[in-house]
């Protein structure tokens, strides 16, 4: 039962969101609904970017990577959650869950941190320096800013799996959660976990204080440069070029804070998981959705989108 790691366990059952029968049906049907539009939307976000020449800003080049972000983020743990949901015991390989762990607590996690700070300065340059604009943010400018997101998500997730990786799992081996978390995992170890609580402490610590700190920089000046517009119908032009990044940063860290953020005596762990939902499965559904029912341009390009398909069937029919 040795594993090559010197873990003595080689597979993880979880306990999944509820251990009641008469809601597995229930929660499998509209967690495949959320996973459908949340799969729909951000492939459908990302086609019409990648189709209207119009949409290859540097906005829409930073929304592009966040909804093939969110699109990987889901599914790396949603199909796995479904089959659960149908099985009467839901095993997941050590191997398994630590590329789980890898890829979503850590990677795309800390992906979507970084690229969701670029909009945040992209915001900025338009709104404070709109002359320089095309300069401060050339398609190399966004090209490095995107590879220094990816590299930090690389490097956070590897600090974090391999510290994961040295823990050795006895015994125990039932995780009181619906996915592999760094949490309810590092609470299984049979050996001191001291050493991963700091590198979580400090990881964690860079990965959220700077990304939040560019932020609210970055809007402390968009705010300041709106309040000097001496127009009313500019202020409400400036204010909207920003609320859909506004509403969609709310949505991850203040999901994220609340889901992590908080004394594990604060609530039970079947309340974590709610609120772990919400984080997990509501953020990705709700990007896109924010970015096209709240966007002049996107509207536009599935108009287009739509409309030309059939102006050329119409051709050929007439």
């Given amino acids: 039962m040795t594993h090559g790691n010197s873990s003595f366990v080689t597979e993880f059952i979880l306990v999944g969101l509820t251990d009641q029968p008469d809601l597995q049906l229930p929660l499998f049907i509209l967690f495949l ?50 089959v659960n949901f149908v099985l009467e015991k839901n095993v997941i390989s050590y191997r398994e869950c630590m590329t789980q762990l890898y890829f979503f607590s850590f990677f795309f996690s800390i992906s979507e941190c970084y690229v969701l700070t670029s909009m945040a300065y992209d915001r900025y340059v338009a709104i404070c320096n709109p002359l320089l604009y095309n300069t401060a943010m050339s ?94 119908e500019g202020r409400s032009k400036a204010f909207s070029t920003c609320s859909s990044h506004i509403i969609a940063v709310s949505l991850f860290f203040g999901s994220g ?20 939902v919400f984080y997990t499965n509501t953020v990705p559904l709700m990007n896109p959705l924010i ?10 390009a599935l108009r287009k989108t739509l409309i030309a398909p059939s102006k050329t069937l119409s051709r050929k029919m007439f």
């Fill in 139 to 232: 398609t190399k400018v966004c090209s490095n800013l995107m590879l220094g997101s990816y590299l930090m998500a690389f490097s956070g997730a590897m600090a974090h799996t391999g510290c994961m990786l040295r823990l050795t799992f006895c015994d125990v081996n039932t995780i009181n959660h619906y996915f592999c978390d760094i949490l309810p995992v590092m609470q299984l170890s049979c050996t001191s976990t001291s050493v991963n609580e700091l590198e979580v402490f400090i990881v964690a610590g860079i990965n959220i204080t700077v990304p939040s700190l560019t932020i609210i920089i970055s809007y402390g000046f968009i705010i300041s440069s709106i309040l000097h517009i001496s127009s009313t």
């Fill in 291 to 300: 970015y096209s029912l709240r966007n002049k341009d996107v509207k536009v």
């Fill in 257 to 276: 804070a609340f889901m992590y953020l908080k004394p594990s005596s604060a609530v039970s762990m079947d309340e974590g998981k709610i609120s772990s």
């Fill in 33 to 82: 609904i959320i996973y459908m539009v949340t799969v729909l939307g951000n492939l459908s976000l990302i086609t019409l970017i990648g189709l209207n020449s119009h949409l290859h800003t540097p906005m829409y080049f930073f929304l592009f990577n966040l909804s093939f972000i969110d699109l990987c983020y889901s599914s790396v743990f949603t199909p796995k959650m479904l």
